[in-house]
């Protein structure tokens, strides 16, 4: 991405997209009541509440009556249309995981089948967007959590913490091609959550080679164990490569959250909250997700950065929007076009 001299400036900026991660799929009910949505009604009023305090992404994953994530599709269906009348402008995000909690004591966390996540590009209603992961990656959750960040939570298990030490993230190159193809099928858009750099030159190369040609929606997802940490050497290394016709949100996790969205929101790009990602405010001091996306809002206003409403939101992160070609796809974006026959040198568009 290119910083131009007034690039800080928040009235050269698009407005702040946020998005709300208020579901907590690897949280028990007990971690933090009253914060970790239950009941279908629950879940619904978690998503008007982020709405209402400012969020327009909402990002999903759907617990069951006894507490633990939901692995049945008919779940995320019910929720998608009840969303859909509960906050009709916001941008549905169906996290690619579907659900990655254990099962019981004792049990692996994992990301389901690769069957069965290809079925989510089958929900009604669709979602607006689904996360897709690139290349199989370890996704140890607890590698950069300390004592104070489980404090009172399930995490304090010994089983719960092996459990999401050891997850990994299954994403290989036939099923990923197969995935976008059946996203672009049903008019649902990939959000892609990328650990490092090496997995943005994948989507780079997926563009160059026209497997995906359409908006590059991105999630920098620093929260180490085999992903990138949240440090601000690897952020900035990240931003530099990502090119200037794509959407960029920041995701950390626990209290490097708020600093890392503030700048975030500070260099004109978007960020993400809540508590699937953090569950704190001051140290020692439990913050809601809703809290957190007011936060935010704060944060923006005290920068100058406009909010965005729904409309804003889908115009930024092109909702909708597909490319005819990989050329059409790269010159939108901002990469260099692609090397022809018998070409030399360095590529540029005129």
Known sequence: ????????????????????????????????????????????????????????????????????????????????GRLREAVPEMILQIGGSISFSPEGEGAEAKWLSDDTRHML?????????????????????????????????????????????DMYVPASPAWVEEHLKRLRANGIQPHFQLATVAQLETVERLVRRGVYTGPLNLTWVAIGGGFDGPNPYNMM????????????????????????????????????????DNLWGRKGERLTSVRQVEQLVRVANELGRRVADGKQARDI??????????????????????????QVGFTFHS
């Open 237 to 276: 290394n990240f931003i530099q490569r990502v090119p200037d016709g794509a959407c960029l949100t920041l995701e950390t996790l626990m209290r490097s959250v708020l600093p890392v969205n503030t700048m975030a929101i500070a260099m004109g790009l978007h960020c993400r909250t809540g508590n699937e």
């Open 121 to 165: 590009a089958e929900l009604d209603p669709a979602p607006d967007q689904v996360t897709i992961a690139i290349n199989t990656n370890q996704m140890n959750i607890v590698e950069l959590m300390t004592p104070d960040d489980i404090d009172g939570t399930s995490f304090q298990r010994p089983a719960v913490w092996d459990a999401y030490r």
């Open 317 to 342: 992160y092109k909702i909708g929007e597909y490319y005819g070609s990989a050329d059409e796809a790269l010159a939108k974006l901002g990469y260099a076009p692609n090397r022809q026959p018998g």
């Open 1 to 80: 991405m290119h910083f131009h001299d007034d690039a800080l400036f928040p009235e050269n900026q698009d407005a702040l997209v946020i998005t709300a991660a208020p579901y907590g799929p690897e949280w028990e009910p007990g971690d933090f009541p009253g914060d970790i949505p239950v009941t279908m009604d629950e879940q619904v009023q978690a998503a008007v509440d982020c709405w209402n305090a400012g969020a327009t992404v909402l990002h999903i994953h759907v617990r069951e009556l006894d507490g633990k994530g939901s692995k049945r599709l008919s779940m995320f269906n019910e929720l998608l």
